[in-house]
Nanobody, 114 residues
Framework: VQLQASGGGLVQAGGSLRLSCAASGITGSINAIGWYRQAPGKQRELVATFTSGGSTNYADSVRGRFTISRDIAKNRLYLQMNSLKPEDTAVYYC?????????WGQGTQVTVSS
């Protein structure tokens, strides 16, 4: 399984970005797939995920501003990020739990300037 994240960049506060994650090597049902982030000096934290049942979970800090979506046919996961804040600055990682294993993408940097 490989996860390739893209779409990060530098944006001003209040702006928007859309992250994309391309998943390959997955032929069955995914237990969960979603986005995490890690800011400098902080632990990696959940941003938004899909569960195996298709429901979504969001961190309180992003609920109402970020939207997770997916294209199952294309094995792609997206994160639409609106009303970005400087505290959203972090490396964003795509994560998947599949067949008892956890997989991480390489991360994409999001920097929000004030």
């Amino acid at each position: 399984v490989q996860l390739q994240a893209s779409g990060g960049g530098l944006v001003q506060a209040g702006g928007s970005l859309r992250l994309s994650c391309a998943a390959s090597g997955i032929t069955g049902s995914i237990n969960a797939i979603g986005w995490y982030r890690q800011a400098p000096g902080k632990q990696r934290e959940l941003v938004a995920t899909f569960t195996s049942g298709g429901s979504t979970n969001y961190a309180d800090s992003v609920r109402g501003r970020f939207t997770i979506s997916r294209d199952i046919a294309k094995n792609r996961l997206y994160l639409q990020m609106n009303s970005l804040k400087p505290e959203d600055t972090a490396v964003y990682y795509c994560n998947a739990r599949y067949m008892g294993f956890t997989y991480w993408g390489q991360g994409t940097q999001v920097t929000v300037s004030s």
